[in-house]
């Protein structure tokens, strides 16, 4: 079973309300990242787990706090959701060290920010 | 700074013809480059990879073409198909025992029967 699985797939929310993200995989895969994804745009990296220690970008790093309980699960938390958070974001989980680069991607999930 | 340049934003080919993607770089360090695609209502998914060491990737109709020197890679899809039509992404990572990866903003594909 190669499926990463998002929760929910789509979410709507109001400007400064609080919205949380679900991730899982059944691979055992080390990593687990998230994407931000808006039309146009490139995948935006915003953060990835390897193993249990969490990697923010520099630029979302106050915008975006995650969680990884155990080694499937992984959220992705945004505190005050603005406008400019509406967009598809996409989780994706790697084997860690010797791995093959592959990336397994989730369907996403499209928040809408009113 | 956008680590992954991709061009074009579209495009349309006739079945049969060799579509052609292009991405460039800016970081020299990175070191394998996939390419991803995605078809609508799909989540992305790996289509093809190359490391630096090759100037050259093949996988049935799909071939990188990888200049280290120009930094620059490119997907080339000979006898293009309908089932083709996709958005396709490449990306470029550094192998640091995890990945980070940079994607480009992705190729719009049409493929006219």
């Known amino acids: 079973d190669t499926t990463v699985k998002q929760n929910p797939r789509y979410k709507l929310a109001r400007v400064g309300k609080p919205v949380n993200l679900i991730c899982s995989q059944t691979?055992?895969?080390?990593?687990m990242y998230w994407y931000q994804k808006k039309p146009n745009q490139a995948p935006k990296l915003l953060l990835f787990?390897?193993?249990?220690?969490?990697?923010r970008e520099a630029d979302t790093f106050e915008k975006f706090q995650s969680s990884r309980p155990n080694n499937s699960f992984c959220s992705l938390y945004i505190g005050s959701a603005g406008l400019e958070y509406s967009a598809m974001y996409l989780c994706?989980?790697?084997?860690?060290?010797?791995?093959?680069?592959?990336?397994?991607f989730g369907e996403g999930s499209k928040l809408t920010v009113l | 700074q956008q680590q992954v340049r991709q061009s074009p934003q579209s495009l349309t080919v006739w079945e049969g013809e060799t579509a052609i993607l292009n991405c460039s770089y800016e970081?020299?360090?990175?070191?394998?480059f996939p390419w991803y695609h995605q078809f609508p209502g799909e989540s992305p998914a790996l289509l093809i990879a190359?490391?630096?060491?090759?100037n050259k990737k093949e996988d049935g109709r799909f071939t990188i073409f990888f200049n280290k020197r120009e930094k620059k890679f490119s997907l080339h899809i000979a006898d293009s198909q309908p089932g083709d039509s996709a958005t396709y992404f490449c990306?470029?990572?550094?192998?640091?025992?995890?990945?980070?990866?940079?994607f480009g903003k992705g190729t719009s594909l049409t493929v006219i029967p």
């Open positions: 994706a989980s790697s084997r860690g060290q010797g791995n093959t680069g592959q990336l397994y």
């Open positions: 990306a470029a990572s550094y192998n640091t025992g995890y990945q980070n990866f940079y």
């Open positions: 970081d020299s360090t990175f070191d394998y």
């Open positions: 787990y390897y193993d249990k220690i969490l990697n």
């Open positions: 190359i490391r630096p060491v090759s």
């Open positions: 691979m055992n895969h080390d990593t």
